[in-house]
């Protein structure tokens, strides 16, 4: 579904297109942003990101391991992750996994705690402990939308977890196809491991997933935390890619929330006030 | 042609595509299904998607009872495909209207039947004898079904009595615009096979095709083989055909929205003491010493989905009312089976039930209501059963033994004749622990032991007549099970009700202020405003008329609140509770 996007939320805005390391010297990277095929190039460790149908070089950067690019006039920077600058964590990406769904679908899977022990089965849940008590859910100052107070039980929770405690979450939708996850360290107590989900809406039905990860070095290798995040994405993966229809829908009366999707009934609303159409299927008026 | 055809039957499986607890994936006229079959025989043919957030149902599990979705383990009822449990809720039952759209399921000549919106019936094959037919594997093709019906008038294949043979005469009896009739003659040998055009979507159909002959063993296999290669070479001619021309555009299927209601998620539902279904008695018979087994078939149409705990009120044909627990286990929903003891001061009830009534009446009953539900996520469940308060827990023990939860079922009764529904219980296993015949203080010794061990994360139920159901609550509280930990069902309110009080009571959300003079209940003066209340028992046992208190000091008089939530002075049953304050505002 290779349709033309005419939300300026995104046509504005910074997506990835591309993870730094997937790419080599002089060989052409193919992708799609927002319906647009796009080639990422690298020569003499410059990158360029080119349009194919108009081969206008577009406006690119480099920031957090990723190529980043904006099809129109950026109207904001790219998303400021203060933990990317403590020397204690490690940065690294969770691969940059394709799923057959629109990107606004994943985000709204990656905010949910009820299916955590029927996806995520003996790690990030495990039934019968399958209750999700009360949160709360706010919009931000900063026009985000942040859930608060999420607890859910969880065998094991983190790489290095060796046994199973109730985990306590922070979600925050930064941009329509951006969420982070702040789940506190099984050892800095007081500290917070960080997980920001960048969705590259490729179209309306397709995205690529890149998760990256700013976890607390102490007793955790790099490797570790990328391998558990590819572990947890692959259950997610096949779930996704059954959802019917493809994009998210808007209108309330669609599918059937419950309690426990507050956040994503605020996110949902959230999307219809901000006029995002992209990836989504507006509310019948 | 397809518009049309949204009003035809049509095959989307063959009868083996649904072997044991397969959930199957169809598809007519672009429209998924999941296609499952439940242990008691019944096919099931349902939109193939979760209402809660679109995941294909045909990834779900078939336990034989209900269909499990994937991704929140919402469990759907076999016949009705009503909601019965969400997990991220394990204290609430689900809205009842939860209920996915199904569509008709018709088994006939090995193939199994539906349509989107059927006018008449399956379409009836002159020569085609039920059972004695051999259905061939379906063969996918890429093409519109019109164009595989003109290609299969000229399909041609060997009687099964000379399938080795070459160049038999082929009769076409009949085409249609989704089947085609041929007779294959060779010699003494005939045979007539049908194939059915399903049309998957705008440009893919299958063939599917029925012989009027079955076979056996190698016969069988080389009749199978040799319909196989034949139709795929035919599949591979219409595909040639059409690759030239543009593929039609595919159909899009259109999803109903759920009610405005359940998009919103409502708390509580909310309506009156009716009787809207009608059944019949299909089964009486004696459960148990002293008890009538009771199963209430509907006269028309399906039961409504029930959960586990659930009761219906029975209108007796001499005008009373009794709540009886539904006992089925999950999936069982041709028929609700309740159980009935003859209450030796009897009003007329349980008299009416044993004397009067008999198989093949007609009763009115009210839609099942569940003030008592079940929770699934315990590490542990305990039931606690006193006689005939065996019937709720029963169906709750069912329900988590077909789930494997760790659970055991602990059954007081006079002896062993006194144990209902034997056959039932049976199927629990080791779970049943009967103590029979025990005195009320041996009684306390023995639930003193087994509810020792309190572990967070257990939960009790428990049901029988109000002493022990007292003593049960008291050991459970003195053995340090917290109130929300402990659940239970009294039979009745025994207590006597003091309607002395008068004071005032305002419903916020209507904006009403009502007097209830002494000698009227809360409930009754709404009902005489207008107000609809739910109601089922009116003897403050059941919870269904409960509202919600928003101010005011409450003067509880029912047994369907524990302590906890008496303390927390934020619910109300309207039925027998009244004010110690002057006035109270509920939320109504």
Redesign the interface.
């Known amino acids: 579904m290779a349709t033309h996007c005419v939300d300026r939320e995104l046509l504005n805005d910074w997506h990835i297109v591309a993870d730094q390391e997937s790419l080599s010297q002089d060989v052409p990277f193919s992708t799609r942003l927002l319906g647009v095929d796009l080639v990422v190039r690298k020569h003499s460790n410059k990158i360029e990101v080119v349009r194919n149908d108009t081969g206008d070089v577009l406006k690119s950067a480099e920031r957090y391991g990723f190529v980043w690019t904006c099809l129109d006039k950026p109207w904001r920077d790219i998303i400021y992750i203060p933990e990317a600058n403590e020397a204690d964590r490690h940065l690294v990406s969770g691969g940059s996994i394709a799923v057959k769904v629109s990107g606004l679908r994943a985000v709204e899977n990656f905010l949910d705690m009820g299916h955590f022990p029927f996806i995520h089965t003996g790690w990030l849940g495990e039934e019968p402990h399958t209750e999700v008590v009360p949160y709360k859910v706010e919009i931000t100052p900063q026009d985000e939308v942040l859930a608060t107070e999420c607890k859910f039980y969880q065998p094991i929770a983190s790489p290095t977890a060796k046994e199973g405690f109730v985990v306590e979450y922070i979600y925050k939708v930064i941009r329509p196809y951006t969420v982070a996850l702040y789940k506190s360290n099984p050892i800095q107590k007081g500290r917070l491991d960080v997980i920001t989900l960048f969705v590259q809406p490729v179209d309306e039905e397709n995205c690529v997933a890149h998760p990256y990860l700013c976890y607390l070095k102490e007793g955790m290798d790099a490797a570790t935390v990328r391998s558990f995040m590819q572990l947890i994405f692959a259950q997610d993966k096949p779930i996704l890619e059954n959802q019917v229809p493809k994009r998210l829908p808007l209108d309330p009366r669609a599918e059937t929330p419950i309690r426990a999707d507050a956040v994503s009934v605020s996110y949902r609303r959230w999307l219809r006030d901000r006029a995002v159409t992209y990836g989504a299927i507006p509310a019948q008026i | 042609m397809l518009e049309e055809a949204r009003s035809r039957w049509h095959p989307i499986a063959a009868a083996h595509d649904l072997p044991f607890r397969h959930v199957f994936h169809g598809q007519l006229l672009g429209r ?1 299904f999941a296609v499952w079959r439940a242990d008691d025989g019944y096919v099931n043919i349902w939109e ?2 979760c ?6 149902l045909s ?1 779900g599990i078939n336990d034989g009872r209900e269909l499990k979705c ?4 919402w469990r759907y009822s076999n016949r009705t495909a009503g909601c019965t449990y ?6 609430d039952a689900p809205a009842r209207t ?1 209920t996915n759209r199904t569509f008709p399921a018709v088994e006939r000549y090995g193939l199994v039947w539906s349509s989107e919106e059927p006018r008449g019936e399956v379409p009836e094959i002159a020569g085609l004898a039920e059972g004695k037919l051999l259905a061939l594997r379906g063969i996918a093709v890429n093409a519109p079904a019109d164009k595989v019906v003109e290609r299969l008038r000229a399909y041609r294949f060997q009687p099964n009595g000379a399938i080795d043979g070459e160049g038999a005469d082929i009769l076409v009896e009949a085409a249609q615009d989704f089947a085609v009739a041929l007779r294959s003659r060779a010699s003494s040998a005939e045979t007539q096979g049908v194939f059915f055009v399903q049309p998957v979507d705008s440009n893919r159909s299958v063939i599917r095709g029925v012989l009027d002959q079955e076979a056996e063993g190698a016969a069988r296999i080389a009749i199978l083989r040799h319909h196989n290669e034949r139709l795929s070479k035919l599949r591979d001619e219409v595909e040639r055909d059409v690759a030239n021309a543009p593929a039609p555009a595919p159909l899009e299927p259109v ?1 109903e ?4 209601e ?4 409502p708390e509580v539902t909310t309506h009156g003491r009716k009787a809207a279904l009608r059944v019949s008695v299909a089964r009486k018979w004696q459960a148990a010493d002293g008890i009538a087994g009771f199963e209430l078939r509907p006269i028309k149409g399906i039961l409504p989905t029930f959960q586990p705990g659930a009761h219906i009120d029975v209108h007796m044909p001499n005008g009373e009312i009794r709540q009886y627990s539904i006992t089925n286990g999950p999936g069982e929903t041709d028929s609700f089976t309740i159980g009935v003891k003859l209450e030796r001061d009897s009003k007329g009830g349980s008299k009416c039930m044993h004397e009067t009534v008999r198989e093949g009446d007609v009763l009115a009953i009210s839609e099942p209501r569940n003030n008592f539900p079940l929770r ?4 542990k469940t305990l039931f606690v059963a006193g006689g005939i308060g065996i019937t709720p827990l029963l169906a709750m023990a069912q329900a988590l033994k077909n789930q494997e ?1 760790a659970h055991e079922l602990h059954y007081f009764a006079q002896g062993e004749e006194h144990l209902a529904f034997a056959d039932r219980l049976k199927h629990l296993g080791d779970a049943l622990k009967p103590h029979l015949g025990l005195s009320p203080d041996a009684t306390g010794a023995e639930l003193r032991q087994l509810l020792a061990g309190y572990r967070n994360g257990m939960h009790l139920y428990i049901c029988g007549p109000g002493p022990m159901l007292e003593a049960a609550r008291k050991i459970a509280a003195e053995q340090g099970w917290p109130d929300s930990a402990v659940h239970f069902e009294y039979f009745k309110n025994t207590n006597k009700i003091d309607d002395s009080s008068s004071f005032e009571v305002a419903l916020a959300r209507s904006c009403v202020t009502l007097q209830v003079p002494a000698g009227k209940t809360i409930m009754q003066v709404m009902r005489e405003s207008g107000i609809d209340v739910p109601s089922s028992c009116e003897q403050g046992a059941c919870g269904t008329c409960v509202a919600t208190l928003i101010e005011g000091e409450p003067d509880h008089q029912d047994v369907y609140l524990n302590d906890a939530e008496r303390k927390a002075g934020t619910k109300i049953m309207t039925c027998v509770s009244r004010a110690k304050s002057a006035r109270l505002v509920l939320d109504i």
């Open positions: 998924e193939n998607r209402l809660h957030r679109g995941v294909r990834i994937q991704y929140h383990g969400i997990p991220a809720h394990p204290a939860i999803y929205r759920v009610s405005a359940l998009a919103e998620m699934r996520d315990a590490i939860l």
